[in-house]
């Protein structure tokens, strides 16, 4: 059997925006889904259910939860293509930024750990852009407010950078040196 393509090479590192991309919205908390961190952190997302599993006890449900059917479909259907696969026979799981952390203990690989440490980074960075900007902030709660329940935040983050980019309009330049004296009495 073919080894399935991952979305990151063996041992590259993972810019924190790609993993800034793969955080969602879901229920008023930023989330990482299992499929994506199994793709983060190369393992089977079935064998990081399993470990989780086997460590209910250190996931809460404060760090961790499962999709609805619905709000699995909507996810999908905000990201237009699933990432994830074929058919699942369950939801993926949703894990906060303390259930990722928790991850890499449970985990206990070399890559787990670093993985973690990019991951949290990528959630202290969306913190810190957000606490640097009110008004991101005041739309990021209006999106959790409306019927868009299920967004990815890289995409309002990247939208909010794009103005950012943008210039301001050029103030009228002053001339500078002397000025001609129309009356003609100068020459």
Do not use: C
Not at 54 to 65: L, V
Not at 70 to 90: C, F, H, P, T
Request: proline share 5%.
């Amino acid at each position: 059997m073919a080894k399935k393509q991952s979305i990151i090479g063996e041992k590259s590192i993972v810019p924190i925006e790609v993993v800034a991309q793969r955080i969602y919205l879901i229920r008023g908390e930023k989330v990482m889904l299992s499929p994506d961190l199994a793709a983060l952190y190369q393992v089977e997302p079935r064998a990081l259910v399993q470990a989780v599993k086997r460590n209910s006890d250190r996931f809460p449900a404060d760090f961790m939860f499962q999709l609805s059917g619905d709000e699995y479909e909507n996810l999908k259907s905000q990201i237009v293509i699933s990432s994830w696969g074929g058919a699942r026979r369950a939801n993926p799981y949703a894990f906060t930024e303390h259930g990722v952390a928790m991850l890499s203990a449970v985990l206990k690989s070399d890559r787990a750990v670093q993985m973690s440490v990019r991951i949290i980074r990528a959630f202290v960075k969306l913190r810190e852009i957000l606490a640097s900007n009110k008004d991101l902030a005041a739309r990021l709660e209006k999106v959790e407010s409306t019927q868009a329940k299920h967004t990815s935040v890289i995409t309002i983050l990247a939208e909010e950078i794009d103005n950012l980019k943008q210039l301001p309009p050029e103030p009228p330049r002053r001339r500078i040196g002397f000025l001609a004296d129309d009356t003609g009495e100068g020459e």
